[in-house]
């Protein structure tokens, strides 16, 4: 096989060095000097050259379906091959000029004079036309466009030909304004008669799509809007009617059908890059088409006939970019302007307003013009929908809902008048396809219609209480919910779809008429829940509670003023014949009575429990006992029915829901309880409370049966009730509570001792113990936590016979301490248990060191921190706990250790006990987890520190020798998001910690100086987590530097931050250009913001000048001047941080592109810097 077909035919089979030349060769250039007296370059071009020739060699040899060479259909070779082409052609040729110059002079065995130099870029740039020259002369050959010629070419499959005219757009674009303008206005338009029409609309659209490239050059979209109007109508126009025409002529003639289809998608696309480059508007192309007599609006509803997708795609784009006029902005005026044809000084005496008005008034007519249109359509539609041509279907909606939003914005009343009934019907239709795909398309139309329209919005509520309903298909009587193929979209697809787009539906037909949506839903919950029980039903009764809780803040914000306690009472107990009734009543009445179409289907089960759980303001409302009594028995009941559905049939239901009956119930006491704790301290109550507590670990234990979310909930609202008992009252219940949890941990404990003990352990199974073991931790966080909560709540103490040392739920928490130290010291390297200490730790933090035993349990849990820090190995799953601890200790307590501190060091008055002991708890835990973080610091911890304050040049230490492999730096966020709690709540005490106790004072002694060094080393680094902290530890030292009143302490800040002011600024202005995550450039505007507002304007300009002009910035002078005038209005405080964080965002942005080079003369950035920032 030949070279380059060998080397196309490995790449497509995905070969990596095949790939990687392929790569390489549209890339750069390489110099060939085998022969020293006729040196040639190689690159993109040089193998496009080769492989054309190839390829058609082979054609003639075995023709286009590679015969007998073995090579197989040689389209793919040509697809490739122009995919390759696209991406060299849209180097300019001032790129390649430069490249090739490069790879001459980084020659290491060949001098080459200046001639001989330019001797081989012009060689180059020859190749280059000859194979533009190649690529015109086959696209615009008419022999490679006739499907039923006798010798069918390769280069005739529609996707190599389409891929070959965007090399000549792309060659036409990167080549500058000239170039477009010799290509357009001398090969083009003049001579569109005798070109084929599908080379042409493919030009033109290409076209198009370089012209929005980043990288276009200056003047590309402004020579692009003179075009315009001979473009569309002596080219798009013309093309696109004839091509309309021939294919409802040549419907079902086979192979012309489809090549005129084509020709009209392409050219409708066409139109849409068209308009999207040049900013034209659909009334402008109907002005500038009607010179040569052609209704473009006419062409376009000619076009909605046609059984293309392609076409039906094509004509859905358009529209939904050009049937919502915009603002007047300077480029659309520019377009006016050269559309009508006037010189400047004449247009500048049309308004704005004038000009918005007329189109508008035109545009409303085009608007009507194609709702009749598309009104028509729904008959196709439904012929559409009964052969099941769902992309027919979704591409008639997509038209419809663009031109509905247009109608509803150029409508001057809430309603849309009587010609749009064909289109809305049309969209109803849509509503109720089975597809919910095509479902979603029109509801965005729909809801807004809905909101405006009462009338409407009443046709529009059955349907979408129908499309509620879960798609599920029926497997030997059994219900599943694997009905892809029914709707389209798997079950969590269609969760998300309707909590997202019915939801809002949904609210929008509430809000225009309450009462009947309310009345609908109950309803329908009335008639399921007496119907015979069957699975039509359940799933029907589901839907009907879905809908009544898509609307449960809605409803409840209207109907508060009415919920008294006698109303519900009366409500509750009726035969539900009173006007007055009111419809949640009614519903909770009716679920209370458990009918077998709910009970039976954990689907609706866990539906009906949501219900309760959205509406527990209601049921909570006036504190009225009855409606919480039915609420608290609806969660209960649901919880044991949910344990008794073994019926192979519901297991299934459940393996494929994505929730769970018994978590829903568990979810909604927890609403109930926390909301209204005080109605179930009776002792019946709390008995009840306490079988579903047991229940809960039951269904624990049961796979898929309960989320820890929901046991967590359900935990934390049992402690709700248990923390506002009296005192004396609380030990047993407690006790109760906890007995589970203390025996499920130490029975796990043991399991796990067991499993890692044993050598040949299975580690999969330890994996499955240590989840239960962090789950039951993570019980006795929220325990722990909501008890702290509840009580520091209570303003007055309750009379108990317990000490007021010893409260009754810490004596009971202490007896788990032992299991979970064991845990802490043996498993923290598991991601799970590290999360579950993360709770435990923070959630037993005491909220008031002066309650009881708080300093004990402080002691206690530093203790357990420590002991993390001994046995973890370096690793990040086991610091990060701690890590979130100390931040989280620092954040309750570091005012108390920061006035600690200063009274310390300026004697101001005397040192308590309390805060003292605070104080050295905090600094053991924060040195000690430095230094056990030190194998994940890396090298930017130490690297630029020396010994005794010694610039890096004047170390006396030999240097030592670089590591092959660079240590990890994933300790490094922990660390500085420690660093940065103590900056912003105990600055005092942070300036005084020092990296070896006891040292002689130096500042490269002081943890503080060790990480301004680091944090400002670790902005160039590639870690996202790492560079967002260090930038955000920066920007707090910086403010901290300026607002601090102690010099001493701010001496101590600002020299640690002088050291590196440069490479910092350096460091954050390259980030900006490119290199950074999205997610840093907020913080990284900040950081900006606050250095240039904070450092001295001199310094700041000497570090700001080589970070943008001789950086990674590479947008050019221009830009370049933005830049500095914004960053020095920012240093004088007439620029706000708003405007920098836009800056920072465009900066960003436009350096996105793979040919940075080529970014600083772009279009893009000419219209940056002269129409936003005004700089010329």
């Given at each position: 096989m030949d070279p380059a077909l060998d080397m196309l035919s490995r790449g497509l089979m995905g070969d990596e060095n095949a790939l990687a030349f392929l790569d390489r060769t549209s890339s750069i250039y390489v110099l060939d000097v085998t022969d020293s007296s006729k040196p040639k370059t190689y690159g993109g071009w040089n193998f496009i050259h080769q492989a054309l020739n190839e390829l058609e060699r082979h054609e003639r040899n075995f023709g286009s379906s590679g015969g007998a060479s073995g090579t197989g259909n040689i389209r793919s070779y040509v697809q490739l091959l122009a995919a390759m082409s696209q991406r060299v052609a849209r180097r300019s040729p001032q790129s390649d000029r430069k490249l090739v110059s490069t790879c001459v002079e980084n020659a290491a065995q060949y001098n080459a004079s200046a001639n001989e130099a330019e001797a081989l870029v012009v060689l180059n740039a020859e190749i280059r036309e000859i194979v533009m020259g190649r690529i015109a002369a086959m696209v615009f050959d008419f022999s490679f466009h006739n499907p039923n010629g006798p010798h069918l070419s390769a280069f005739s499959d529609p996707v190599a030909m389409e891929g070959l005219c965007s090399v000549l757009s792309a060659n036409a674009v990167s080549s500058g304004p000239q170039a477009i303008n010799h290509f357009m206005l001398e090969w083009i338009i003049p001579s569109v008669q005798t070109l084929p029409p599908f080379a042409v609309a493919c030009v033109i659209l290409h076209l198009g799509i370089e012209a929005t490239r980043k990288v276009s050059p200056a003047g590309t979209k402004d020579l692009l809007q003179r075009m315009s109007g001979a473009v569309m109508a002596i080219v798009l126009a013309p093309v696109l009617c004839d091509a309309v025409q021939e294919s409802g002529e040549a419907r079902g003639v086979g192979s012309n059908h489809e090549r005129h289809s084509r020709v009209a998608a392409v050219s409708i696309r066409a139109i849409e890059r068209w308009c999207s480059a040049t900013d034209l508007s659909l009334p402008q192309i109907k002005h500038v088409c009607s010179k040569v007599n052609v209704n473009i609006v006419e062409v376009l509803s000619d076009a909605m006939y046609s059984d293309s997708q392609l076409v039906m795609d094509a004509i859905a784009e358009l529209m939904e970019r050009v049937v919502l006029t915009r603002d007047m902005t300077t480029d659309r005026m520019t377009q006016t302007r050269y559309i009508m044809e006037v010189d400047e000084t004449k247009f500048q005496s049309i308004s704005v307003a004038d000009l918005e008005r007329i189109e508008s008034k035109e545009m409303e007519a085009i608007v009507q013009e194609l709702i009749s249109a598309i009104g028509l359509q729904r008959f196709r539609f439904a012929e559409r929908q009964a052969n099941v041509d769902l992309a027919g279907c979704r591409c008639l909606t997509r038209i419809a809902v663009a031109v509905c939003k247009a109608a509803m914005h150029y409508s001057d009343s809430e309603k849309l008048d009587a010609s749009a009934s064909g289109m809305l019907d049309l969209l109803l239709r849509s509503a109720a396809h089975q597809s919910v795909n095509i479902c979603g398309v029109a509801l965005d139309a729909l809801t807004d219609l809905a909101a405006k329209d009462e009338s409407f919005a009443l046709r529009l509520l059955p349907i979408l209480q129908h499309r509620a309903i879960v798609p599920h298909v029926l497997d030997s009587g059994n219900p599943s919910l694997a009905a892809s193929e029914v709707c389209g979209v798997d079950t969590f697809e269609f969760e998300s779809f309707r909590s997202t787009v019915l939801n809002m539906a949904l609210k929008s037909c509430y809000r225009k008429n309450e009462d009947y949506y309310m009345n609908s839903c109950s309803v329908a919950v009335e008639e399921f829940c007496k119907a015979a029980p069957t699975v039509k039903t359940s799933f029907q009764l589901e839907a009907a509670l879905y809908c009544l809780g898509a609307v449960a803040g809605e409803s409840i914000a209207g109907g508060q003023a009415r919920l008294t306690k006698e109303f519900i009472a009366e409500n509750v107990s009726s035969d539900m014949s009173n006007t007055k009734k009111n419809q949640l009543a009614r519903c909770s009445q009716l679920l209370e009575m458990k009918p077998v179409c709910m009970t039976a289907n954990p689907l609706t089960l866990s539906q009906a429990c949501r219900f309760v759980g959205k509406h527990v303001k209601w049921y909570v409302a006036n504190g009225n006992d009855v409606a919480i009594d039915i609420a608290a028995e609806l969660c209960l009941s649901a919880m044991a029915a949910s344990l008794v559905l073994t019926e192979e049939a519901a297991q299934k239901l459940m393996q494929e829901m994505s929730v769970s009956p018994f978590s829903e119930a568990a979810l909604a006491l927890h609403y109930l309880l926390t909301e209204q704790p005080g109605h179930f301290m009776t002792e019946q109550a709390l008995k009840a409370l306490g079988i579903a507590w047991e229940a809960c670990y039951m269904a624990s234990n049961q796979a898929g049966a309960v989320t820890i979310e929901a046991?967590?909930?359900?935990?934390?609202?049992?402690?709700?009730?248990?923390?506002?008992?009296?005192?004396?009252?609380?030990?047993?219940?407690?006790?109760?509570?906890?007995?589970?949890?203390?025996?499920?941990?130490?029975?796990?404990?043991?399991?796990?001792?067991?499993?890692?003990?044993?050598?040949?352990?299975?580690?999969?199974?330890?994996?499955?113990?240590?989840?239960?073991?962090?789950?039951?931790?993570?019980?006795?966080?929220?325990?722990?936590?909501?008890?702290?909560?509840?009580?520091?709540?209570?303003?007055?103490p309750d009379a108990s016979d317990e000490p007021q040392g010893e409260e009754p739920f810490f004596s009971v928490l202490r007896k788990a301490w032992p299991s979970v130290s064991h845990v802490a010291e043996s498993f923290n390297k598991s991601e799970r248990v590290s999360l579950a200490l993360r709770k435990f730790l923070i959630g037993c933090l005491p909220h008031d060191l002066q309650r009881g035993e708080a300093m004990s349990l402080l002691k206690e849990l530093c203790s357990l921190s420590e002991s993390i820090l001994t046995n973890s190995n370096g690793s990040k799953v086991a610091l990060w706990p701690v890590a979130e601890f100390v931040t989280d200790l620092i954040n309750t307590y570091g005012r108390v250790v920061e006035q600690h501190a200063i009274d310390i060091v300026f004697s101001s008055r005397d040192a308590n006990a309390s805060d003292d002991e605070t104080g050295k708890l905090l600094e053991g835990l924060v040195m000690s987890l430095v230094e056990a973080s030190q194998s994940r610091l890396g090298l930017v911890w130490i690297g630029k520190h020396q010994g005794q304050g010694e610039e890096p040049c004047e170390s006396q230490t030999a240097p030592q020798p670089e590591p092959e492999k660079s240590p990890s730096i994933e300790g490094l966020s922990l660390i500085f998001s420690v660093l940065t709690a103590c900056v912003r709540e105990c600055p005092t005490f942070l300036?005084?910690?020092?990296?070896?106790?006891?040292?002689?004072?130096?500042?490269?002694?002081?943890?503080?100086?060790?990480?301004?060094?680091?944090?400002?080393?670790?902005?160039?680094?590639?870690?996202?987590?790492?560079?967002?902290?260090?930038?955000?530890?920066?920007?707090?030292?910086?403010?901290?530097?300026?607002?601090?009143?102690?010099?001493?302490?701010?001496?101590?800040?600002?020299?640690?931050?002088?050291?590196?002011?440069?490479?910092?600024?350096?460091?954050?202005?390259?980030?900006?250009?490119?290199?950074?995550?999205?997610?840093?450039?907020?913080?990284?505007?900040?950081?900006?913001?606050?250095?240039?507002?904070?450092?001295?304007?001199?310094?700041?300009?000497?570090?700001?000048?080589?970070?943008?002009?001789?950086?990674?910035?590479?947008?050019?002078?221009?830009?370049q001047r933005v830049a500095l005038q914004i960053l020095d209005g920012c240093s004088q405080g007439i620029i706000p941080l708003s405007t920098l964080k836009e800056l920072v965002d465009d900066v960003w942005d436009l350096h996105q592109v793979d040919d940075v080079e080529a970014i600083a003369d772009s279009d893009i950035v000419a219209r940056f810097a002269a129409d936003k920032y005004n700089v010329l």
């Open positions: 046991r967590e909930a359900l935990c934390d609202g049992l402690c709700h009730v248990l923390a506002s008992l009296p005192r004396n009252q609380q030990r047993k219940p407690f006790q109760v509570l906890f007995i589970p949890t203390l025996e499920c941990l130490r029975t796990m404990m043991k399991l796990a001792d067991e499993c890692n003990g044993n050598s040949q352990g299975n580690d999969k199974k330890l994996d499955s113990i240590l989840v239960r073991v962090s789950d039951e931790i993570r019980i006795l966080s929220v325990m722990a936590e909501t008890y702290q909560k509840v009580t520091l709540r209570s303003s007055v300036v005084h910690l020092r990296v070896s106790p006891g040292g002689t004072g130096h500042q490269d002694t002081l943890l503080i100086g060790r990480a301004v060094d680091a944090a400002c080393a670790a902005l160039i680094e590639t870690d996202v987590e790492t560079v967002a902290s260090a930038i955000i530890f920066l920007d707090s030292a910086i403010k901290l530097s300026v607002s601090l009143s102690s010099e001493l302490i701010k001496e101590t800040m600002t020299k640690a931050l002088s050291r590196d002011r440069k490479g910092m600024i350096m460091a954050v202005v390259d980030g900006i250009c490119g290199s950074y995550h999205h997610s840093l450039l907020a913080p990284s505007a900040d950081l900006l913001y606050t250095a240039v507002r904070s450092f001295p304007p001199a310094e700041m300009h000497i570090c700001l000048l080589p970070a943008i002009q001789q950086g990674r910035f590479r947008l050019g002078e221009r830009a």
